[in-house]
Antibody
Framework: EVQLVQSGAEVKKPGESLKISCKGS????????VAWVRQMPGKGLEWMGI????????RYSPSFQGQVTISADKSISTAYLQWSSLKASDTAMYYC????????????WGQGTTVTVSS | QSALTQPASVSGSPGQSITISCTGT?????????VSWYHQHPGKAPKLMIY???NRPSGVSNRFSGSKSGNTASLTISGLQAEDEADYYC???????????FGGGTKLTVL
């Protein structure tokens, strides 16, 4: 079964760092890009950025450039999203999804990771 | 403010057909055939329903269809069913550094 499994919910304080993960299985991890999508409470989907796990080439939405870092370790079929200094406004659900090369459709989604940032 | 414009809500009765629009510009929807549609039930991850304007992934009902005219893409759901009630989002490839943009989402209510 093709799936993306994300790490568990996180509760952090402002200023702390965080790295969440997204592990692919059931398919060739390097054959698809991995995208990250934010959904703030009660709001819509926001595209954050994308990584090619094969060569770690990364593209960010201008809204998230400099705010987060996307990385991947192809040896363990895992992509990451990290923050160096969290803010309360980072509180959201974060999804990873595999994106078909050249189709820009996200066909397999992780279950989501809830990040809560509160003092 | 989302880059792509969708109606906030649409509604229909079981068995009817509804259409959700997604309006962008020539830099995204109008310029490329890379429009996708997703639905999302409360508390669940989104699910891809349409990609490349009109293609359905394996397993998606043929009640779902997509099209595009100019800078506006559309998702049509025919034979509306109760389980279709969800939030629907469009996305499109966009030129420039952004790469991808989403619409603001449309809440579909099945009356």
């Amino acid at each position: 079964e093709v799936q993306l499994v994300q790490s568990g919910a996180e509760v952090k304080k402002p200023g702390e760092s965080l790295k969440i993960s997204c592990k692919g299985s059931g398919y060739s991890f390097t054959s698809y890009w991995v995208a990250w999508v934010r959904q703030m409470p009660g709001k819509g989907l926001e595209w954050m950025g994308i990584i090619d796990p094969g060569d770690s080439d990364t593209r960010y939405s201008p809204s998230f450039q400099g705010q987060v870092t996307i990385s991947a370790d192809k040896s363990i079929s895992t992509a990451y999203l990290q923050w160096s200094s969290l803010k309360a406004s980072d509180t959201a659900m974060y999804y990873c999804a595999s994106m078909g090369r050249g189709s820009y459709g996200m066909d397999v989604w992780g279950q989501g990771t809830t990040v809560t940032v509160s003092s | 403010q989302s880059a792509l414009t969708q109606p906030a809500s649409v509604s229909g009765s079981p068995g009817q057909s509804i259409t959700i629009s997604c309006t962008g510009t020539s830099s995204d929807v109008g310029g490329y055939n890379y429009v996708s549609w997703y639905h999302q039930h409360p508390g669940k991850a989104p699910k891809l329903m349409i990609y490349e304007v009109s293609n359905r992934p394996s397993g998606v009902s043929n009640r779902f269809s997509g099209s595009k005219s100019g800078n506006t893409a559309s998702l049509t759901i025919s034979g509306l069913q109760a389980e279709d009630e969800a939030d629907y989002y469009c996305s499109s490839y966009t030129s420039g550094s952004t790469l991808l943009v989403f619409g603001g989402g449309t809440k579909l209510t099945v009356l």
